[in-house]
């Protein structure tokens, strides 16, 4: 079985700053993770993925996940917040020898002027 | 190359109504999935298919909702007939295998409202 945490369903930050979203993940095999991003009235874009080897990986727009094995752990960061970062994100896990994914409940991300 | 596409984009029925979606995956996918997305929460896997096999269906409510692949390209999913609680967002997406490492690319979705 597998399941994904996301701690705060809505973060606020100021153009600029430090975005932080968090994920956690329990997974009864090695995961893969993936962050989307998800536009209003739009489909899910996928920001990064993790599969294997460096767990620290890099996406588009900027963002970067890490993969924390001990902390089951792999949340999204971004050193400096535009306001188009506007949207709901999602992390996803997939575990199975299919790419059944199962997503959090999603992140809000406000960005203020 | 063209994104998953989806039709149509809005949906409001009345309640009991049959209503159907569709869903045409990028070209040269073999996997195509729908999804379930509730309103402030993520999406949930409905039925998945590897060409025309819907190899896992097991939250699908079969009592009322069907899907079909022909051809092992576009996808028909079904909902008769339909009740308040199936007002969400259903959303198809498609990858080129069906590995857990695949990326699943999604369209823009079907917005279904039940009055």
């Known amino acids: 079985a597998q399941s994904v945490t996301q701690l705060g369903s809505h973060v606020s930050v100021s153009e600029g700053a430090l975005v932080l979203l968090r994920c956690n993940y329990s997974?009864?095999?090695?995961?893969?993770l993936f962050w989307y991003v998800q536009y209003p009235n739009q489909g899910l874009q996928l920001l990064l993925k993790?599969?294997?080897?460096?767990?620290l990986v890099k996406g588009i727009n900027g963002f970067e996940a890490e993969f924390k094995k001990s902390e089951t752990s792999f949340h999204l960061t971004k050193p400096s917040a535009h306001m188009s970062d506007a949207a709901e994100y999602f992390c996803?896990?997939?575990?199975?020898?299919?790419?059944?994914?199962?997503f959090g409940q999603g992140t809000i991300l406000t960005v203020h002027p | 190359e063209a994104g998953v596409v989806q039709s149509p984009r809005y949906k409001i029925i009345e309640k009991k109504q049959p209503v159907a979606f569709w869903c045409n995956p990028i070209?040269?996918?073999?996997?195509l999935y729908w999804y379930l997305q509730n309103l402030g929460q993520g999406p949930e896997l409905l039925i998945r298919?590897?060409?025309?096999?819907?190899?896992?269906d097991s939250q699908l409510p079969k009592d009322r909702f069907s899907a079909e692949r022909l051809k092992g390209v576009d996808s028909t999913l079904k909902i008769q007939p339909a009740e308040l609680g199936d007002s969400a967002v259903y959303l198809c997406?498609?990858?080129?295998?069906?590995?857990?490492?695949?990326?699943?690319?999604f369209g823009p979705g079907t917005r279904l409202l039940v009055l």
């Open positions: 997406a498609s990858s080129r295998g069906s590995g857990p490492q695949e990326t699943q690319y």
């Open positions: 997974s009864s095999v090695p995961p893969y």
């Open positions: 993790y599969t294997t080897g460096a767990t």
């Open positions: 996803a896990v997939s575990g199975t020898s299919y790419g059944k994914l199962t």
């Open positions: 070209s040269g996918h073999n996997t």
């Open positions: 298919y590897e060409n025309e096999e819907a190899v896992d």
